[in-house]
């Protein structure tokens, strides 16, 4: 079965930064370490990434509702390191994916981005890729909504949601909320 990799915005201000998300830590640690052991498991690994302007619509003084996170070429933008090495060291091509890049425009799902929807669309296709497994920061808003998105896109049955690898603000009950609405497959 071809599978692809689908980790979102596992990005240092989501994991020690701006905006830390309970588990964050442990649990990027743990998806690089998964990721290590299963080398040759995926045929294609997307990474998605928020990349801000310093005044983005979904920052508190700009009337959005977080803290200002994620801007454009800061340290807190930047992919967790420890992912870097797995990621590259394992079979399976590597691609990333950037969202929220415009001031008033907000892009929780990385397929709310026209022109990486397009793209990861086409790498579905090609790829030949039977299964998506998602996971990463947070598990109840941009992983939740790329999920939900995915979904619309592709088909419930072609997703499994890697809940280890997603800790969640709400401590994961919207995740499997969708979870168990959509009978979607999980690895817990």
């Known amino acids: 079965m071809n599978r692809m990799l689908l980790i979102i915005d596992p990005q240092i201000d989501f994991i ?8 964050a830590e442990k649990a990027m640690n743990n998806l690089a370490d998964y990721i290590s052991r299963n080398s040759g498991k ?19 003084d700009c009337g959005g509702e977080w803290p200002r996170h994620c801007v ?21 091509a590597v691609r990333f994916f950037y969202k929220g890049e415009y001031e008033n425009t907000d892009e929780y799902s990385i397929f ?3 022109e990486a929807t397009q793209v990861i669309c086409e790498l579905v296709e090609n790829e030949k890729i039977e299964r998506i497994d998602i996971c990463g920061l947070a598990g109840d808003v941009c992983v939740l909504q790329s999920l939900s998105d ?11 949601v890697l809940t280890a ?24």
């Open 72 to 92: 454009h070429d800061t340290a807190g933008a930047a992919i967790w390191q420890p992912l870097f090495l797995p990621l590259y060291e394992t079979e399976g």
């Open 150 to 160: 995915g979904i619309e896109l592709f088909g419930a049955e072609k997703f499994n």
């Open 42 to 60: 995926y045929a294609l690994k997307i990474v998605t990434a928020d990349r801000h302007p310093f005044f983005h619509c979904s920052f508190a």
């Open 112 to 114: 709310k981005n026209n």
């Open 16 to 23: 020690n930064g701006s905006l830390p998300i309970s588990g």
């Open 165 to 188: 690898y997603s800790p969640s603000i709400d401590g994961g009950e919207a995740l499997l909320g969708i979870i168990e609405k959509k009978n979607l497959s999980c690895d817990r």
